[in-house]
């Protein structure tokens, strides 16, 4: 081995070894809990190995659940928001006094604090004694009645999870866009509208062309994110989100291990790694349709 090998390594060792501790270990050892049946984290025992604790997961009434509110949520906040960022991202572009000051304002809910934005949205939108929230004086003033969203049918708390998650996740996208529309080179556009070409496809044909990676980009980790959500969740309906029917695949993990149903590592470790498939699954097909679709 070259002595300037030898170096690269040795400067890369505390890296590996930081990620193998971390990472790595934590992976394999999701593994072998997955397959150890009727394991007790007290006494470190099992008493079989094989794909029960699967199976039991994947017939477990509120992982089903939870799946199902997780993939209602991907399918809707991930492509909502990505086209709401990429509507404002163009908008915010184009205008030219005040644009830093519209920049920092739609930038703002990042940077404030997930539960917090949590408890403002269910002061909006939760019915009280005393009141029955700010949304439901607006549906009322427009001669609508009043909903219960954080306590109420289904289809109205699963709306206002939608609502909060795109929210929250909008000033990030819109950030990235922006400085994406940014790094356009204005060439193109010039040569375009020499030629008469219409804005709508300057926009298709030279705009989205251009900041098609970035997009992708956002699609991957947004997608990675809606599958990750639990703690917006908790913001709404509190800690129990298996009485309120909002619980997500991270959120049934967390229950296994530490929750009121807590106590099952063996179970917890096979929901993570289902989950773990999906995503990837996802993430694989995204990279496949992008070899056509995005333009490096």
């Given at each position: 081995m070259k002595r300037t090998d030898f170096k690269a390594w040795l400067y890369l060792l505390p890296a590996m070894l930081f990620l193998g501790v971390f990472m790595v270990y934590p992976l394999v050892d999701v593994l072998v809990y997955s397959f150890e049946e009727g394991y007790n984290s007290a006494s470190q025992t099992f008493f079989g190995t094989g794909l029960y604790?699967?199976?039991?997961?994947?017939?477990?009434?509120?992982?089903?659940?939870?799946?199902?509110?997780?993939?209602?949520?991907?399918?809707?906040?991930?492509?909502?928001?990505?086209?709401?960022?990429?509507?404002?991202?163009?908008?915010?572009?184009?205008?030219?006094?005040?644009?830093?000051?519209?920049?920092?304002?739609?930038?703002?809910?990042?940077?404030?604090?997930?539960?917090?934005?949590?408890?403002?949205?269910?002061?909006?939108?939760?019915?009280?004694?005393?009141?029955?929230?700010?949304?439901?004086?607006?549906?009322?003033?427009?001669?609508?009645?009043?909903?219960?969203?954080?306590?109420?049918?289904?289809?109205?708390?699963?709306?206002?999870?939608?609502?909060?998650?795109?929210?929250?996740?909008?000033?990030?996208?819109?950030?990235?866009?922006?400085?994406?529309?940014?790094?356009?080179?204005?060439?193109?556009?010039?040569?375009?509208?020499?030629?008469?070409?219409?804005?709508?496809?300057?926009?298709?044909?030279?705009?989205?062309?251009?900041?098609?990676?970035?997009?992708?980009?956002?699609?991957?980790?947004?997608?990675?994110?809606?599958f990750k959500a639990y703690s917006d969740e908790v913001a709404l309906f509190g800690t129990n989100l298996n009485a309120a029917g909002m619980n997500t695949i991270v959120g049934y993990v967390y229950d296994m291990l530490y929750g009121n149903s807590g106590g099952y590592p063996s179970y917890a470790s096979a929901a993570a790694l289902i989950l773990f498939a999906v995503v990837l699954t996802i993430t694989c097909i995204n990279l496949m349709v992008s070899r056509k679709n995005v333009h490096y």
């Amino acid at each position: 081995m070259k002595r300037t090998d030898f170096k690269a390594w040795l400067y890369l060792l505390p890296a590996m070894l930081f990620l193998g501790v971390f990472m790595v270990y934590p992976l394999v050892d999701v593994l072998v809990y997955s397959f150890e049946e009727g394991y007790n984290s007290a006494s470190q025992t099992f008493f079989g190995t094989g794909l029960y604790n699967y199976s039991y997961v994947l017939h477990d009434p509120y992982f089903l659940r939870a799946v199902k509110n997780t993939l209602i949520l991907v399918v809707i906040t991930v492509p909502v928001s990505t086209g709401l960022a990429l509507l404002i991202s163009v908008g915010l572009n184009s205008i030219k006094p005040l644009k830093e000051l519209f920049q920092t304002v739609y930038f703002l809910p990042y940077v404030t604090n997930t539960l917090a934005v949590g408890l403002v949205f269910m002061i909006l939108f939760k019915k009280t004694a005393y009141s029955d929230g700010l949304i439901n004086l607006l549906i009322n003033f427009f001669g609508g009645i009043s909903v219960d969203f954080i306590e109420g049918p289904y289809w109205a708390k699963m709306f206002v999870m939608c609502f909060y998650t795109i929210w929250v996740v909008l000033p990030f996208k819109i950030l990235i866009l922006t400085g994406a529309l940014a790094s356009v080179d204005k060439t193109y556009y010039n040569a375009a509208r020499i030629d008469g070409t219409s804005k709508w496809r300057i926009f298709t044909r030279i705009t989205l062309p251009m900041i098609s990676p970035m997009v992708f980009y956002l699609v991957i980790t947004g997608f990675i994110g809606a599958f990750k959500a639990y703690s917006d969740e908790v913001a709404l309906f509190g800690t129990n989100l298996n009485a309120a029917g909002m619980n997500t695949i991270v959120g049934y993990v967390y229950d296994m291990l530490y929750g009121n149903s807590g106590g099952y590592p063996s179970y917890a470790s096979a929901a993570a790694l289902i989950l773990f498939a999906v995503v990837l699954t996802i993430t694989c097909i995204n990279l496949m349709v992008s070899r056509k679709n995005v333009h490096y």
